[in-house]
């Protein structure tokens, strides 16, 4: 009974997406095109998703719709990850990292119709500690970033820039022992980042060539530089080139062990948390089940991909605030 079944979960303080219309044409359009009833669920507070979509692969539903931000999205895959429970995102936050990469639209009709495109493609997922994640986990300067942004009052991308270099002002480099691949290596590093995804989310790429589905992670290893060699490596961030940047080093492996001499905060996508010293990070090839454009590739171009993706939600942005105003 329950494979007929889907369920929407909403994340209502998310983004600026009408509610109310998700609740009305997404259900309309699921049972129209895939036959499924869905079932809605709105979240009130942290942990709510997560205990929703458990329920979900318990009653065996078909899929789970996250209308949501990155830490609403990590909420459902944790819970629907090792089932045969489908993940559709409806990208609805400020990075909405995981969906950039498997070329999801931001926007909710196109999301939508990847969805009722019905291709489900098995993709992997890491942990950290036993503790999963979808795009990124770091520690370094991007987790310090990651810590004061959660403590600002205000959100959005300009907090963040400014989070970002008031951050950077101050940090100093740490010293990590790196172990995988039977290699081990210690050295300071400005920060280390393990990505399943290539993105941090908001189009910038810190590992343009990871792959969801070669049961590896692209370990990045960035080393501190000079402000003008660090300000070209955040152009290279945008732009795709940052692989050739002199101040990177990666490699890629099934799993990593990471210790540190210093227990500073990490992220676990964009979220910081605390972890302790010692991080055992594993790669789970083709744990999670994803909804994702039919046309899906995963190559990437510096330059080209970064534009094209760019000017796509131009586009997309255009055509929703036109359609507002002729409504």
Same mark, same amino acid.
């Given at each position: 009974?329950?494979?007929?079944?889907?369920?929407?979960?909403?994340?209502?303080?998310?983004?600026?997406?009408?509610?109310?219309?998700?609740?009305?044409?997404?259900?309309?359009?699921?049972?129209?095109?895939?036959?499924?009833?869905?079932?809605? !669920?709105?979240?009130?507070?942290?942990?709510?998703?997560?205990?929703?979509?458990?329920? *979900?692969?318990?009653?065996?539903?078909?899929?789970?719709?996250?209308?949501?931000?990155?830490?609403?999205?990590?909420?459902?895959?944790?819970?629907?990850?090792?089932?045969?429970?489908?993940?559709?995102?409806?990208?609805?936050? #400020?990075?909405? /990292?995981?969906?950039?990469?498997?070329?999801?639209?931001?926007?909710?009709?196109?999301?939508?119709?990847?969805?009722?495109?019905?291709?489900?493609?098995?993709?992997?997922?890491?942990?950290?500690?036993?503790?999963?994640?979808?795009?990124?986990?770091?520690?370094?300067?991007?987790?310090?970033?990651?810590?004061?942004? *959660?403590?600002?009052?205000?959100?959005?991308?300009?907090?963040?820039?400014? #989070?970002?270099?008031? =951050?950077?002002?101050?940090?100093?480099?740490? =010293?990590?022992?790196?172990?995988?691949? /039977?290699? =081990?290596?210690?050295?300071?590093?400005?920060?280390?980042?393990?990505?399943?995804?290539?993105?941090?989310?908001?189009?910038?790429?810190?590992?343009?060539?990871?792959?969801?589905?070669?049961?590896?992670?692209?370990?990045?290893?960035?080393?501190?530089?000079?402000?003008?060699?660090?300000?070209?490596?955040?152009?290279?961030?945008?732009? /795709?080139?940052?692989?050739?940047?002199?101040?990177?080093?990666?490699?890629?492996?099934?799993?990593?062990?990471?210790?540190?001499?210093?227990?500073?905060? *990490?992220?676990?996508? /964009?979220?910081?948390?605390?972890?302790?010293?010692?991080?055992?990070?594993?790669?789970?090839? *083709?744990?999670?089940?994803?909804?994702?454009?039919?046309?899906?590739?995963?190559?990437?171009?510096?330059?080209?991909?970064?534009?094209?993706?760019?000017?796509? =939600?131009?586009?997309?942005?255009?055509?929703?605030?036109?359609? !507002?105003?002729?409504?």
């Amino acid at each position: 009974m329950s494979k007929q079944r889907m369920l929407l979960v909403i994340n209502p303080i998310s983004g600026s997406i009408n509610k109310d219309r998700l609740r009305e044409i997404v259900p309309q359009r699921i049972i129209a095109m895939l036959s499924k009833d869905v079932d809605v !669920k709105i979240t009130e507070k942290s942990g709510d998703a997560n205990e929703y979509a458990k329920q *979900a692969v318990e009653q065996g539903y078909y899929g789970v719709i996250v209308a949501g931000g990155d830490g609403t999205v990590n909420e459902v895959a944790t819970a629907l990850s090792g089932s045969d429970v489908a993940l559709g995102i409806i990208p609805s936050g #400020s990075g909405n /990292g995981l969906a950039r990469h498997l070329n999801i639209p931001v926007d909710v009709d196109l999301s939508l119709d990847v969805i009722i495109e019905n291709n489900v493609v098995a993709c992997d997922y890491a942990t950290v500690n036993d503790r999963p994640f979808f795009c990124t986990f770091g520690v370094g300067f991007d987790a310090a970033v990651s810590d004061r942004f *959660a403590r600002q009052r205000k959100r959005g991308k300009l907090m963040y820039v400014k #989070s970002a270099i008031e =951050e950077f002002v101050k940090y100093r480099p740490k =010293e990590y022992t790196i172990k995988a691949n /039977g290699k =081990e290596i210690t050295q300071k590093a400005f920060l280390v980042a393990c990505c399943n995804a290539s993105q941090y989310g908001n189009n910038a790429y810190i590992a343009p060539s990871a792959s969801m589905t070669d049961g590896l992670l692209d370990i990045i290893i960035i080393h501190a530089g000079s402000p003008l060699n660090t300000a070209v490596l955040g152009v290279d961030l945008f732009t /795709g080139y940052i692989s050739r940047n002199t101040l990177l080093q990666s490699f890629r492996a099934p799993a990593a062990t990471i210790s540190r001499t210093e227990d500073s905060v *990490a992220h676990i996508d /964009g979220e910081p948390i605390a972890l302790g010293n010692v991080l055992d990070v594993k790669c789970h090839s *083709a744990g999670l089940k994803i909804f994702v454009p039919s046309k899906y590739q995963e190559e990437f171009r510096p330059i080209i991909t970064p534009v094209n993706h760019f000017m796509e =939600e131009v586009r997309i942005a255009m055509n929703n605030f036109f359609n !507002k105003r002729h409504k």
